[in-house]
């Protein structure tokens, strides 16, 4: 069954703490993106990667950090730094250049 | 810089009607649009992408138009059930832009009543 995977699907944490999301893909893809939504607002970029070992910011990307040591994974932390972390996170990858994205179920962050 | 723009937010309609739901975007140098559904608390499934050099797409009953040129795009659902109720996002692959950095619309809210 190929796809994309996010756990856990709901997370709380208390302020002050930093917290990391999972993102996995089995569909082979190169380019591995993380994105935030929130009530009201359409998604906005945090980080993506185009390449094993390479990534870069999006348009939101201060209080986050990102890995990509394999393939197949694109860790997210979302670190005390971040002010209004409570929110609703998404992953997607693609191939490498402007291809169909596609997402997986979601992470719901609540921060007390 | 580029900007989508989807209205109505909100949009109720009784079961059978056809749904129609605009896109727009500032800059026309885009590589593609994608049209996604959303349902409440899950991630964004692909509907239909279009390439900037056609001019519509078809999947079932799902049908997506673009015309760069006046920065608009289009998807009509024919039919509506009340399963097409959930979120309709669009996003545009500017050409400008770094990285694979997709444009999202706020999105089109759709209510399909039995």
């Known amino acids: 069954d190929g796809g994309i995977t996010q756990s856990p699907k709901y997370l709380f944490r208390k302020e002050g703490q930093n917290v990391t999301l999972s993102c996995e893909q089995n569909?082979?893809?190169?380019?591995m993106y993380w994105y935030r939504q929130d009530p009201g607002q359409g998604l906005r970029l945090i980080y993506y990667s185009q390449i094993v070992n390479d990534f870069q910011k999006g348009d939101i990307a201060e209080g986050y950090s990102v890995s990509r040591e394999k393939k197949e994974s694109f860790p997210l932390t979302v670190t005390s730094a971040q002010k209004n972390p409570t929110a609703f996170y998404l992953c997607?990858?693609?191939?490498?250049?402007?291809?169909?994205?596609?997402f997986g179920p979601g992470t719901r962050l609540t921060v007390t | 810089k580029q900007e989508v723009t989807q209205i109505p937010a909100a949009l109720s309609v009784p079961e059978g009607e056809n749904l129609v739901l605009n896109c727009s975007f500032t800059d026309s140098a885009i590589y593609n649009l994608q049209w996604f559904r959303q349902d409440p608390g899950k991630g964004l499934t692909s509907l239909l992408l279009i390439q900037s050099s056609q001019r519509e797409q078809t999947s079932g009953r799902l049908n997506a138009s673009l015309d760069k040129s006046s920065g608009r795009s289009t998807l009509y659902i024919a039919a509506s059930q009340p399963g097409d109720s959930a979120t309709y996002l669009c996003a545009v692959y500017p050409i400008k832009a770094a990285g694979n950095k997709l444009t999202f619309g706020g999105g089109t809210r759709v209510l399909v009543k039995p």
């Open positions: 569909l082979n893809h190169d380019a």
């Open positions: 997607a990858s693609s191939e490498q250049g402007p291809h169909e994205q596609y």
